[in-house]
């Protein structure tokens, strides 16, 4: 795979670490993936946005997904996995994730996580939407991706792995061959490093999260801006099924003109009984589907959605008060304390929800052992498009996927390693030395990274762009979309980057080079490459919903689409054959690309 040569503008890299293996993010994706590197005796550098506790990980409240409880089997996950991803899943990944997945959530509570306990001392299990056994594994109650989070935290610091925090990544360094060399990125004023400075390795782990800041209303936190998708995407990386982003059912609706992280009523409410009612108190979930309230997330999004329409409401009501206050506050405690801080008490008064945008199935299109298109860049979690969660996301089967997918990575990473003969590499580290464990084991040889002239160059938004994109996608590529909101998305988002290319083209001009500007140009990136798949899939399948094409459409639709960024910022779309993806080891990638469908013309990016 070419590199495109997009960089963002920048200033040069004024300072650099050199490494085995750099990390960008701190979830559970990318914290487990460090820590089996580094017990691999593997140089790992982890870099992250905020503090290494503030991603999406933390914020997961209903638990993890695996057969770990009596009578339950992969191959029963594996069925509803597959059901809920409405035909688009690889099956083999998903395979991989079921199988795999009871052992690595036993490693992780080795690791220190406590989960949630029976009175018989076994683990305490729910049920959510899709599932047909109870096989969600919580902590604290509704408080799993902090406990998580937590655990992997104290496990990275108690080994000492080095961490550079605040750092906003940039880009992919490459060498003459194309392969990865490192990452550029932004420390924002705190710690040992500020500035623009650069991590120089031969393996790039990407599990930056998703982009839900790219719509109005969302339940990911503010760093959630697509940086990872964006990056891959300037480095010539493929991504897919980006127009499949699940939106959950209920989220604490705070008004119509609330814009930003919106908090979550966990599906793992539903899954202890809390029916979804009307204004009037009728279930309408019931008869919908054999699971009612409990379907899978897409299902009961259009449910609330299309309740919403019929009776010209802003949200409809989730139900629990049955539960009681004990329940509540032992079962759900941080949703009681979130709807009470709002003014919303679940005890005695049914809780007013909305759909929201909540996670990304699609993105940096990688194989069973994370790596993507591009060599020497492997994507773990929300990020990755591993194939497993096809066109709809099973409840809790996030948590898993990064924490198998994560070791699948640190053992391909440790393999290659091996194989590189842990040959001394040449950097040295310049600039101030962050702090860390004492460089360890052996290694390997560090590809050196060349330099790129500044264009073809991707032009910068101003600040005030985030906010807009965020209107133009939840009017045109929200929950409801039809031909007609997705074209004149596609218009106003392409007015705002032609406005932008033409100030870049003609005279040079662009925003000044900063984290606001350079998280808004991220976020149109991941949007038009959003509205374009949106656009091309001309049937509802999973959580992509098209009014005008209401039926699933197996015959012409049975397939992905992948989009990639030409140097010329055009950009290539193309669908697979069938709902198999094609090697990414590029000599089994060329081998196949000419099976690819390709649309009638690129689209400008």
Not at 13 to 29: C, E, H, M, N
Not at 299 to 319: C, F, P, S, T, W
Not at 539 to 552: I, L, N, Y
Request: proline share 5%.
């Amino acid at each position: 795979m070419t590199s495109t040569g997009i960089r963002l503008h920048a200033p040069a890299p004024g300072w650099s670490l050199t490494a085995d293996v750099v990390v960008v993010g701190s979830g559970v994706a990318g914290l487990t993936t460090a820590l089996r590197c580094d017990a691999a005796g593997l140089r790992t550098v982890v870099v992250t946005k905020a503090r290494l506790d503030d991603g999406s990980t933390r914020w997961a409240q209903g638990g993890i997904a695996a057969a770990l409880g009596e009578g339950d089997t992969p191959e029963q996950h594996l069925d509803d996995t597959l059901v809920a991803g409405a035909g688009l899943c690889d099956e083999d990944a998903v395979r991989i994730l079921v199988t795999e997945g009871p052992d690595a959530v036993r490693r992780l509570i080795e690791t220190g996580a406590h989960f949630d306990e029976s009175e018989e001392g076994g683990l305490e299990l729910t049920r959510e939407g899709g599932h047909h056994r109870r096989r969600i594994a919580h902590a604290g109650g509704d408080a799993t991706g902090a406990e998580i989070s937590r655990a992997l935290v104290e496990a990275v610091r108690a080994r000492g792995l080095r961490t550079v925090e605040n750092a906003l990544v940039l880009d992919l360094l490459t060498d003459a061959e194309g392969r990865t060399a490192g990452v550029t990125l932004h420390v924002m004023g705190e710690g040992q490093h500020d500035g623009v400075g650069a991590v120089h390795a031969p393996a790039v782990v990407l599990a930056t999260g998703g982009m839900g800041q790219v719509f109005s209303a969302t339940t990911n936190p503010s760093v959630s801006t697509g940086d990872g998708v964006a990056l891959a995407l300037r480095a010539g990386a493929e991504v897919s099924d980006l127009e499949f982003v699940q939106f959950h059912p209920t989220v604490l609706f705070l008004g119509p003109d609330a814009e930003g992280q919106q908090p979550l009523v966990s599906e793992a409410v539903r899954g202890e009984g809390a029916h979804l009612v009307d204004a009037h108190g009728t279930r309408f979930m019931v008869g919908q589907h054999e699971l009612a309230e409990l379907a899978p997330r897409d299902i009961v999004a259009k449910g609330i959605m299309r309740r919403m329409q019929e009776q010209n409401a802003e949200h409809m009501y989730l139900d629990a008060r049955h539960f009681g206050a004990h329940m509540w506050e032992h079962r759900f405690p941080t949703i009681l304390a979130a709807c009470r801080a709002h003014g919303i008490d679940p005890v005695t008064e049914p809780v007013p929800v909305a759909p929201a945008a909540h996670y990304a199935s699609g993105g940096v299109r990688t194989d069973s052992r994370g790596r993507t298109t591009v060599p020497g860049l492997y994507a773990c979690g929300e990020v990755a498009c591993t194939g497993v969660h096809g066109a709809n996301r099973l409840a809790s089967n996030s948590l898993l996927e990064g924490l198998v997918y994560a070791e699948r990575i640190a053992a391909d990473i440790t393999d290659r390693h091996e194989e590189n003969g842990h040959a001394e590499n040449g950097h040295e580290e310049t600039g101030h030395e962050e702090t860390g464990h004492a460089e360890n084991g052996p290694h390997a040889r560090v590809p050196s990274p060349i330099d790129r002239p500044d264009k073809p160059a991707h032009p910068l938004l101003a600040a005030e762009a985030r906010f807009a994109i965020q209107r133009i996608m939840t009017d045109g590529a929200g929950v409801l979309r039809s031909a007609t909101s997705l074209e004149t998305a596609a218009d106003r988002l392409q007015r705002l980057h032609a406005d932008a290319r033409d100030a870049l083209d003609e005279n040079g001009k662009t925003a000044e080079p900063g984290v606001d500007t350079w998280e808004a140009t991220n976020l149109l990136c991941v949007a038009r490459v959003l509205v374009t798949a949106a656009l091309l899939r001309e049937e509802t399948r999973g959580c992509h919903w098209r009014e005008d094409r209401a039926e699933r459409d197996d015959d012409t639709w049975w397939r992905h689409v992948v989009v990639r960024l030409n140097p010329d910022r055009t950009l290539a779309v193309h669908t697979t054959d069938t709902p198999d993806f094609p090697p990414t080891l590029p000599q089994a990638r060329d081998s196949v690309r000419a099976g690819g469908t390709p649309t009638p013309s690129p689209q400008e990016q």
